[in-house]
């Protein structure tokens, strides 16, 4: 071992010698497979602000493994900001929903709802509040409208959508309809 | 956005976010993008790289400001006063584009020679209304009912002189007296801007809610339209008055119409008063000149659009079945009917005003008043579970709630149309769990399940939405379908229109949203889906790459680019010229060619008639310079409703039109209670009101935090250490943060007088992950004049020890 | 060819991209934090964070106020302390140049984090082992960019050829002198005989928390054994002078 | 500047009961290769008590990884630049001889006489090696220490020959206070000459640490490192060794403090660079 100790002392008074190893096991390992290797990629739009950049949704057996910049975007050049890159975080959140909740009045908790009902209950609240309160006309001037309803939202989801509340609340005869653009 | 609508024609970002690399000089003021648009950034650091000079003008200094050649502090409420000064410094410095101006801008003009602007009020005032009459805002018109024009700029009476007579007062002191901004730091920040007012110099303004929320914010956007026409900035490549807008689709949901006032494609929504009839609508809501005569046939293709087969010629285009407004619907007045109980349903979809809504106390009191709330989120925001926020009794509120899971923007399809007016198609990614929906699942599935109820009434109330065309598939619908709608198409066939310019007013077309038409120009064709990027080092105009409203023209106004003779300011950045040689389909030759799609009549000729008429959405085709709006026809700094300080440049304190709610939570703190001026804003790891991303642990960790930012003199003069709990005490609330004391603050020297200001982010809430107060408790139900917006960018408070 | 990353202090907007994108590609956790009065957070490198960004306020020479902000994480050092005190083979360099880390063979003796001279190698309670960049082998080894470097919107960040690089940061600082930036500077070049994480800094490194000098841990190996020799040899001496001396005679 | 390794209480006991195996082997062997013909007990009391201590030595060490099998990662390579990997190796050797040395003494008494000379040759002569690896067992912790990034650790060359040092003091006090055990007059010169060299390794010690010397001499630490290491490790057992001639009781509380010496040392030196 004292020969060892003589290396050990040549090694580092060598100064460079610190690869000097007598190696027992190879150490270098092949590096991991691309975890987003063989999954499909899903072109889509961030979610946060309006400089539009392309994200790339990597899907493996249906799940979102990995959300990067789409390179191929010509604003964003596969580039995306903190916020972004935290999206997957959204994807399987435990406190994500996924029920319909309903608060009775005056209860002090969540019932989870079938959606169901959610849908049939709400659609039942818009008509009996549309027609107890609509206005056919209004100084002689036909207005169809009830000022009972409002509507809010959204600027996060897409044209088509938007279209859709739109055309479906003006439908109505809703004319508080507002959303983030004026706040 | 009327601020750009009224002075060029058009409400949205003119210039795109790539083209941000062609500026010689990028000036952002009521943005912080380095923070709220961070991938924006690359396109400012290109123009950078090819010799650009960055200024950032900022009540503090951000992470914006972090990379800027000049920064320049001012106090928060006094753009108008900053920007004035730069107009002044052009001005007087004779930096204008001449030409530009004097073409292509009204600022020849003859003006009323009754209109005069005294003492902080523009002609026409009544004190006892408290209103504006409008008579004298108006041009010197020839027999032809064009407007009289002196192209020498010299007659006293054109919109240039009283330009030049308004701003006069706007010196660099006044700026350093009024703003807090040292001369010395204006002047270098004037300077550099102004020179972008050479031939072939583009600057461009990069502005965001640091401007829109203001009590005279729409006249703020104006004054930064102005300099930028006066510099011949605007449709030019790296030019603009660039709104960089916060939410991924806030621009399509714009477009199409999620606001109280307009329909799909800016088509006034009609009111009682003035629109009882199609005809009495399409006559006061068309212009005799300008492409919006082509208003009818719009606004009939929605119709058409809308109510189908019973939209006919003989029944108005079922022009009665639209509700008709009486009032004013706007954000606030709709929570203050909300908290003066008159609403009874509220349905909330993808917004969490609990959270963003200014006064937010007397917001969340407001949904106490509710009959029932319909909330579809991807969580529990603060707005869902209001009834059991901080100082809370649930049992006390009666108000129903339903809460619906919704799916994510990957879980579902669609387009966003981002800031630069592009619409991108999203393909959906992954199925969404359990009982998560997208909206338009919600849309659809209400529709039909509203329509299930209906089915057979007869009562006349009934008869416009059975009417309402409603085909979309069961589920999830046919988000293309909708798209194709949106684009338009001929009744008879129900082919897709190529563009708007076949559309009809006479019911023969129908059409969801003209502005987008052409996004679906053939069967099958979605142009939102197109993939094609220019090369990098190109003019970056990707005319391939989704497809931009109007028919993809990239840069708005791009005739401005080219001289009154049709050849480009510059060459190297050409977006269109004249080619005289170039051959029209029809066999004549001469036509506007160039790399982006002309933003004018393709064969209209320089020296044609109208020809060298830019702006072809005004009535005149020129800039707007002069342009009224609901507190006059030129900008003019007016102090924040709540200021601590008088207005210096006339004895009007505050906007007179601006608009102040009553209700007895909507208090105004007294300067000498609240002696500190105090702003709000976001941060590059939240999204608004965090309802998701203080759910996301890795955002959460970066900021966990609700903060206030402060100045190292303020804080030892209360006493108050770096990262130690404090209380801000606006006269709406208080809300407790943890104090950050730095050197980014600084307190304004206001001649003798130093302001302090501190600011605080808008992130928090009481639910989620990282929980803190919402600086909106702070913040007042004040309106801008035109718009409505609130003033949440400049009020007042006191900060203390906690 | 070495590869390296070139962090341009200059062009960073501070927006934490990479700090996430880190977090996101390698499944690292969110640590529990608390605003402290800046705007950096975690306030330091550890098993769960790789990368992060730091915020620092300081006046320049003219007095004026800067906010600098620094993407930092391992520099893969040539004369990399952590892997010549590695006992186990757990830390490796690869060809390229990075110094990885084979989490199977680590042992957890943490020898590496104290020989760190920046503070990068952490140890991760939950695994027992330590954790650090790894430069991502496997992106790059697929012919991609760590994904920092991939997410960064400014090029704040950049990856490729060391060469290229040095050179293209010399003329980065060169540019940032030009327009007055004085302390414009590069790091890395040369310290511990070039690190494979390149800085263009505006200020001495000090200011960003680098150490102006980096040691390399076992440089003290060869002293320490001259005086460890020595001292032996005093004391078989002692022993010798105890056991043989007069009086020495050992059992009475 | 490194991370804080967090070595603690399992450490503070490896460098402890490791330098005190090694210290009393080195002195055995010293004893047995150069000793009067009297001493074999000095040797036969230090193989013994070396052996048990530096078995320990590697329970300790498992112990702070907190896997039993990650130990054996040790043994995947020898790497030089490593003073860990050597001295993991060392360990292991030093064990080795330990353990033959300690048979071979067993042995010489149960072989027949005329055997006995060369089983106590055999010893000798693996008490070279087992000398030098003694040595190296005492010193490679300081070598190690020196070779991080920690402050008061990093590039400091002084704590191998003060472990060293120490090392000597306690493997002495260990062997003398082995309970039957003829008494050894030459441990006083030992241990003056030990505690003497001891102070002034200390002090170049303290002088290379410049301003950094204040966690020792004025810090929290202060009152340990006076009154355990300068107080009771050599202040003390020199004062003791120097008035106070023969007795038991003066040799193992000679002893006795040599050991909460050289223990407060090897905890101090430990927590000054985690401080």
């Known amino acids: 071992m004292s020969l060892t100790r003589r290396d050990f002392l040549k090694g580092a008074g060598t100064g460079a010698g610190l690869a000097a190893a007598v190696d027992l096991a190879p150490a270098e390992v092949a590096a991991q497979e691309l975890k987003t290797k063989g999954a499909k990629e899903v072109p889509s739009i961030c979610y946060y602000c309006a400089v539009g950049c392309g994200i790339v949704a990597s899907v493996a057996d249906g799940k979102v493994v990995a959300i990067q910049g789409d390179p191929a975007h010509p604003i964003n050049r596969g580039a995306l900001c903190s916020k972004a890159q935290a999206y997957i975080q959204v994807l399987d959140h435990p406190q994500r929903l996924t029920k319909a909740l309903y608060r009775a009045p005056g209860a002090g908790e969540w019932q989870e709802k079938p959606l169901d009902w959610a849908m049939a209950e709400i659609a039942q609240r818009i008509r009996s509040t549309r027609d107890a309160t609509f206005k056919e006309a209004e100084d002689g001037v036909t207005v169809n409208r009830t000022e009972a309803i409002a509507a809010l939202g959204s600027a996060i989801i897409a044209n088509e959508e938007c279209y859709l509340l739109t055309k479906l609340m003006r439908g109505l005869g809703v004319v508080w309809l507002e959303h983030q653009a004026r706040i | 956005m009327p601020g750009l609508g009224t002075s060029f024609g058009r409400g949205a970002m003119t210039n795109h976010w790539i083209d941000v690399k062609n500026a010689d000089a990028v000036l952002i003021m009521g943005s912080n993008a380095a923070e709220n648009h961070p991938i924006a950034f690359k396109w400012v650091l290109a123009a950078m790289e090819r010799g650009a000079v960055l200024l950032s003008v900022d009540p503090r200094f951000s992470r914006t400001s972090a990379l800027a050649d000049l920064y320049a502090p001012l106090r928060s409420g006094t753009d108008i006063a900053f920007l004035g000064g730069m107009i002044n410094h052009v001005l007087r410095n004779n930096l204008f584009q001449r030409e530009y101006v004097g073409e292509y801008t009204n600022a020849s003009f003859l003006l009323d020679p009754a209109f005069g602007f005294k003492d902080g009020y523009f002609t026409g005032w009544d004190p006892e209304k408290k209103t504006y009459d409008r008579a004298t805002w108006k041009f010197q018109v020839e027999a032809d009912g064009t407007p009289k024009q002196d192209g020498s700029l010299r007659d006293p009476h054109t919109v240039f002189q009283h330009l030049r007579r308004h701003f006069a007062r706007y010196t660099p002191e006044m700026v350093e007296r009024v703003c807090g901004t040292p001369k010395a730091e204006f002047l270098r920040v004037a300077e550099a801007f102004a020179r972008t007012g050479a031939p072939g110099k583009a600057g461009t303004i990069m502005y965001a809610m640091g401007w829109t929320q203001h009590s005279k914010a729409t006249q703020l956007i104006r004054t930064a339209a102005i300099l930028q026409m006066l510099l011949g900035n605007i449709g030019v490549a790296g030019g603009g008055v660039n709104a960089l807008r916060g939410l991924s689709n806030v621009q399509g949901s714009t477009d199409m119409a999620l606001l109280f006032h307009i329909l799909p494609g800016y088509l006034g929504m009609p009111t009682r008063k003035d629109h009882p009839t199609l005809a009495a609508y399409l006559e006061k809501e068309t212009p005799k000149t300008g492409y919006w005569v082509n208003k009818p046939k719009f606004f009939v293709s929605l119709l058409r659009a809308w109510y189908g087969e019973a939209a006919t010629k003989d029944n108005e285009f079922a022009y009665q079945y639209l509700p008709k407004n009486s009032a004013n619907y706007s954000y606030m007045d709709l929570f203050e009917a909300m908290y003066a109980g008159k609403l009874k349903g509220f349905i909330v979809t993808g917004q969490n005003p609990a959270v963003s809504g200014p006064n937010s106390t007397l917001e969340r009191k407001a949904l106490e008043k509710l009959e029932w709330l319909v909330v579809r989120e991807l969580f529990e925001t603060e707005t869902a579970a209001f009834w059991k926020g901080p100082g809370v009794d649930p049992a006390k509120v009666q108000t129903e709630v339903f809460l619906l899971p919704s799916s994510t923007?990957?879980?579902?399809?669609?387009?966003?149309?981002?800031?630069?007016?592009?619409?991108?198609?999203?393909?959906?990614?992954?199925?969404?769990?359990?009982?998560?929906?997208?909206?338009?699942?919600?849309?659809?599935?209400?529709?039909?399940?509203?329509?299930?109820?209906?089915?057979?009434?007869?009562?006349?109330?009934?008869?416009?939405?059975?009417?309402?065309?409603?085909?979309?598939?069961?589920?999830?619908?046919?988000?293309?379908?909708?798209?194709?709608?949106?684009?338009?198409?001929?009744?008879?066939?129900?082919?897709?229109?190529?563009?708007?310019?076949?559309?009809?007013?006479?019911?023969?077309?129908?059409?969801?949203?003209?502005?987008?038409?052409?996004?679906?120009?053939?069967?099958?064709?979605?142009?939102?889906?197109?993939?094609?990027?220019?090369?990098?080092?190109?003019?970056?105009?990707?005319?391939?790459?989704?497809?931009?409203?109007?028919?993809?023209?990239?840069?708005?106004?791009?005739?401005?680019?080219?001289?009154?003779?049709?050849?480009?300011?510059?060459?190297?950045?050409?977006?269109?010229?004249?080619?005289?040689?170039?051959?029209?389909?029809?066999?004549?030759?001469?036509?506007?060619?160039?790399?982006?799609?002309?933003?004018?009549?393709?064969?209209?000729?320089?020296?044609?008639?109208?020809?060298?008429?830019?702006?072809?959405?005004?009535?005149?085709?020129?800039?707007?310079?002069?342009?009224?709006?609901?507190?006059?026809?030129?900008?003019?700094?007016?102090?924040?409703?709540?200021?601590?300080?008088?207005?210096?440049?006339?004895?009007?304190?505050?906007?007179?039109?601006?608009?102040?709610?009553?209700?007895?939570?909507?208090?105004?703190?007294?300067?000498?209670?609240?002696?500190?001026?105090?702003?709000?804003?976001?941060?590059?790891?939240?999204?608004?009101?965090?309802?998701?991303?203080?759910?996301?642990?890795?955002?959460?960790?970066?900021?966990?935090?609700?903060?206030?930012?402060?100045?190292?003199?303020?804080?030892?003069?209360?006493?108050?250490?770096?990262?130690?709990?404090v209380i801000v005490r606006s006269a709406r609330g208080e809300v407790r943060a943890i104090a950050a004391v730095t050197g980014r603050f600084k307190p304004f020297k206001l001649g003798d007088r130093v302001v302090h200001e501190v600011g605080i982010p808008w992130h928090w809430g009481f639910m989620g992950l990282a929980k803190g107060d919402s600086a909106n408790m702070l913040t007042p139900h004040v309106g801008d004049a035109n718009t409505r917006i609130q003033e949440s960018k400049a009020f007042l408070v006191d900060v203390r020890k906690a | 060819m070495a590869k390296a990353i070139l962090v341009d202090t200059s062009k960073c907007i501070a927006c934490r991209g990479c700090q996430v994108a880190c977090k996101q590609w390698h499944g690292r956790r969110a640590e529990p934090t608390r605003f402290q009065g800046s705007y950096e957070n975690p306030l330091a490198l550890s098993a769960q964070t790789w990368r992060r960004v730091g915020f620092i306020e300081t006046a320049g020479g003219d007095g004026r106020l800067r906010w600098r902000f620094i993407s930092d994480a391992c520099k893969h050092c040539t004369d990399a302390s952590c892997l010549a005190v590695c006992p186990t083979g757990a830390l490796f360099r690869r060809t390229w140049g990075a110094v990885d880390l084979n989490q199977d063979i680590c042992n957890g003796c943490r020898y590496c984090v104290a020989a760190c001279p920046f503070g990068i190698v952490a140890f991760n309670e939950e695994s027992g082992r330590v954790n650090k960049c790894v430069l991502c082998p496997d992106r790059v080894e697929a012919g991609l960019e760590p994904a920092c470097v991939t997410t960064c919107p400014t090029d704040a960040l950049t990856f490729g050829d060391r060469d290229q690089l040095l050179s293209q940061a010399k003329r980065r600082v060169a540019e940032l002198q030009a327009k007055g930036e004085k302390g414009a500077q590069l790091y890395g070049e040369r310290e511990l005989s070039g690190l494979h994480q390149l800085f263009v800094l505006q200020e001495r490194p000090q200011v960003y928390g680098l150490p102006e000098q980096p040691r390399f841990a076992v440089a003290s190996v060869f002293p320490s054994s001259v005086t460890s020799v020595l001292a032996s040899v005093v004391m078989g001496v002692t022993a010798l002078v105890a056991f043989r001396g007069r009086g020495g005679k050992g059992e009475e | 500047m490194g991370k804080n390794p967090a070595w603690s209480w399992y450490i503070v006991w490896y460098f402890f009961v490791g330098g005190m195996a090694a210290g009393a082997y080195f002195l055995a062997a010293l004893a047995d290769l150069f000793g009067r013909e009297r001493t074999p007990a000095v040797a036969r009391i230090g193989y013994t008590v070396a052996l048990p201590l530096i078995l320990v030595s590697p329970v300790l060490l498992t112990l702070d990884l907190g896997m039993p099998l990650r130990t054996f990662y040790m043994f995947r390579l020898l790497k030089v630049s490593s003073p860990m990997s050597v001295g993991s190796w060392a360990l292991l050797g030093f064990s080795l001889f330990s353990l033959i040395s300690l048979v071979l003494v067993l042995a010489e008494r149960r072989v027949a006489p005329d055997r006995a000379l060369g089983v106590r040759q055999l010893r000798r002569a693996l008490a070279v090696p087992g000398t030098l690896l003694g040595f190296f067992i005492a010193s490679y912790t300081g070598v190690l220490l020196g070779a991080t990034n920690r402050p008061v650790w990093g590039g400091n060359a002084w704590i191998g020959p003060l472990f060293i040092v120490s090392a000597t003091s306690v493997g002495a006090a260990a062997i003398a206070l082995w309970p039957v055990r003829p008494r050894f007059t030459g441990f006083r010169r030992l241990d003056l000459i030990t505690t003497a060299f001891e102070a002034l390794v200390l002090l170049v010690f303290l002088q290379s640490l410049g301003a950094a010397a204040a966690v020792f001499l004025t810090g929290s630490l202060a009152p340990l490192f006076w009154g355990a290491v300068v107080g009771a490790g050599l202040a003390l057992p020199f004062l003791i060794q120097l008035f106070v001639r023969g007795g038991r009781a003066p040799e193992l509380a000679t002893a006795v403090l040599l050991l909460v010496g050289g223990f407060a040392l090897r905890y101090l030196v430990l927590l000054s660079g985690q401080a």
Not at chain 2, 667 to 685: N, Q
């Open chain 2, 409 to 725: 923007h990957l879980e579902r399809e669609g387009s966003y149309t981002n800031s630069g007016r592009w619409l991108q198609w999203k393909w959906k990614a992954a199925d969404p769990p359990g009982d998560a929906r997208s909206d338009g699942w919600f849309a659809n599935q209400l529709a039909l399940r509203l329509k299930a109820l209906y089915a057979g009434s007869r009562a006349p109330t009934d008869r416009a939405f059975l009417a309402l065309t409603w085909d979309y598939g069961k589920e999830e619908p046919d988000l293309e379908k909708v798209l194709a709608e949106v684009n338009g198409y001929t009744v008879a066939d129900r082919k897709p229109v190529k563009s708007f310019a076949f559309l009809a007013d006479d019911g023969s077309t129908a059409c969801g949203n003209w502005i987008y038409s052409g996004v679906f120009p053939a069967e099958g064709q979605n142009r939102a889906k197109s993939r094609k990027a220019d090369p990098p080092e190109s003019l970056g105009i990707n005319a391939g790459w989704a497809f931009s409203w109007p028919v993809n023209r990239r840069i708005l106004y791009n005739r401005a680019s080219a001289d009154p003779r049709g050849k480009p300011w510059n060459q190297e950045k050409a977006l269109i010229w004249w080619d005289a040689e170039a051959e029209l389909p029809d066999g004549k030759k001469g036509k506007w060619v160039g790399v982006d799609v002309p933003d004018f009549r393709p064969d209209l000729a320089p020296d044609a008639k109208g020809g060298g008429n830019p702006f072809i959405m005004r009535p005149d085709g020129k800039g707007g310079i002069f342009a009224p709006l609901a507190e006059g026809p030129l900008p003019e700094h007016y102090e924040p409703v709540e200021s601590p300080v008088k207005n210096l440049l006339s004895n009007v304190q505050a906007n007179p039109m601006a608009v102040i709610y009553k209700a007895d939570l909507d208090k105004l703190g007294d300067p000498k209670e609240f002696p500190i001026v105090a702003t709000t804003y976001r941060l590059t790891e939240h999204q608004h009101t965090g309802s998701i991303t203080r759910n996301l642990p890795w955002l959460v960790e970066m900021m966990p935090n609700l903060f206030c930012e402060m100045s190292r003199e303020l804080a030892e003069e209360k006493g108050i250490r770096n990262g130690a709990p």
